[in-house]
């Protein structure tokens, strides 16, 4: 089915893309990958940049050959099988609404420093409801919104920047000039090599949410002009404001006086008596995880459509409109019920939460070797949209998210999440292996019951009918 777009322009995609990326990760995570890899924390953010570069050009192949494809699960359908389709979009669709409910949790424990007296699952609904509704405004108008949330992280990032370099010149009142003494005094890389195959993890997550563009892209009415202008754009900027962010923090503090409970950038200003940068700090994470979850919110109203629309999700889900309105719904009551899950079972969701990161990794690895099937089946593609140094590129990509991904049993606080989206993984396996079953036993009875039999028939596969619509319409 195809969809009337929005017109969304290389810019707007590329503020969505920002928007979904720089989150709570960056702001607050980034504390965890310094210290481990110490001022060689620069490399890895070098080198998972690169790799993000792969990863979207790839996928800006396959949307700008594919122009009537939905997302990146349906080139899986379409280069592996439905099966790994199937899969990969259940568990990224879960993965992100398990995480989103986890922001709206942190965000409403930040807002209770402003309002002690309101109880956390009564802000946490507040906040996924609010997000839910304003996703039901469209494309276009959602657009706007996410710019101006974007900018507000940007120019905050831009701001620190700025200030920051002021402090090291010694240009603010009652400041000596740091020059790079305190850079000087850090061990290039304390941990060796296993400590900077850490961080990459972490930074990996930092970059995590990029995807968007793909998702987004069906909201465009140009793709092969606009989504590659978007990926140029979106990894422009966040190298740059990622770069040039931790070179300030690693000129002003030293990485072990950073703390995974404290953004590095509060720690770095406080360090200089700037008192008021908490304060401001708390308003710039609230927009930049509000920020990211209106993106994520667009990302997997999206997904859901496409699962929906092949058949491999309930078909009462299914929209005839633009918006996907009853995916967004879902995916909205979704997020309150793991929200709630949080509070009354905390063990059980925490093992929930870990899987997030599994999730996304576990993506871009089948993103990878979708793209290498399809450079198989169809050969180099005409155009500028194509992944250059192919398939050097591809298999450099797929080695590093591999090894990332195999690593995490053996980083601190990592193993749960493996255990978790290996459990994801096997869980939505075993679900589409039932289907498969389901959807046999029809087939097999269809050609064995006679006609005067079929309501009978229609009664016990009523599930199966529930998840492929269409197919009864073919009968």
């Known amino acids: 089915m195809k969809h009337k777009t929005k017109g969304l322009s290389a810019g707007r995609l590329t503020m969505m893309a920002l928007g979904t990326v720089i989150g709570g990760s960056f702001f607050l995570g980034s504390s965890v990958a310094i210290q481990a890899a110490g001022p060689a924390i620069i490399l890895s953010y070098l080198i998972c940049a690169v790799m993000v570069y792969f990863i979207l050009f790839a996928l800006s192949e396959m949307t700008v050959s594919n122009p009537d494809s939905a997302s990146f699960r349906t080139f899986a359908s379409q280069y592996i099988n439905k099966g790994t389709g199937f899969v990969v979009g259940w568990v990224y669709w879960t993965g992100m609404v398990i995480s989103m409910s986890s922001e709206a949790t942190a965000v409403s424990l930040l807002f209770r420093t402003w309002f002690p007296t309101v109880s956390i699952p009564l802000l946490g609904t507040g906040l996924i409801v609010g997000v839910t509704l304003l996703n039901l405004l469209g494309a276009k108008q959602l657009s706007h919104l996410e710019s101006v949330l974007s900018a507000i992280k940007i ?246 998210l591999l090894i990332a991904i195999f690593s995490m049993p053996f980083l601190k606080g990592q193993t749960l999440g493996f255990l978790a989206g290996i459990a994801l993984v096997a869980f939505f396996t075993a679900c589409y292996g039932i289907l498969k079953a389901v959807n046999k036993r029809k087939a097999m009875q269809g050609e064995e019951l006679p006609k005067g039999t079929l309501k009978h028939r229609r009664i016990l596969t009523e599930f199966s009918e529930e998840l492929h619509p269409d197919e009864e319409k073919k009968q």
């Open 155 to 400: 120019v905050a990032i831009i701001g620190f920047i700025l200030l920051g370099g002021l402090i090291v010149l010694g240009a603010l009142p009652g400041i000596r000039p740091l020059g790079n003494s305190i850079l000087r005094s850090e061990p290039f890389l304390p941990g060796g090599l296993k400590s900077l195959a850490g961080s990459m993890l972490i930074v990996l997550f930092t970059y995590a949410g990029f995807e968007i563009i793909g998702l987004a892209a069906s909201e465009t009415d140009n793709k092969e002009k606009n989504v590659p202008r978007a990926i140029h754009l979106t990894v422009f900027w966040l190298v740059t404001l990622y770069i040039l962010c931790i070179s300030v923090l690693l000129l002003l503090v030293p990485t072990n006086s950073l703390s995974e409970d404290v953004s590095p950038m509060v720690t770095a200003l406080n360090r200089y008596q700037m008192s008021w940068a908490g304060t401001a700090m708390t308003i710039i994470l609230i927009s930049a995880i509000l920020s990211t979850m209106l993106a994520a919110m667009f990302g997997i109203g999206r997904m859901l459509r496409s699962l929906v629309e092949e058949g491999l999700g309930p078909g009462f889900l299914r929209d005839k409109t633009d918006v996907p309105y009853r995916g967004i719904l879902f995916s909205g009551l979704s997020m309150m019920m793991f929200l709630y899950v949080g509070l009354f079972l905390p063990e059980f969701y925490l093992f929930l939460i870990s899987s997030g990161g599994f999730a996304l990794l576990f993506t871009y690895i089948v993103l990878m070797f979708t793209h290498i099937r399809f450079r198989k089946k169809n050969g180099k593609p005409e155009g500028s949209c194509r992944l250059c140094g192919f398939p050097y590129s591809s298999l450099f990509t797929m080695a590093g």
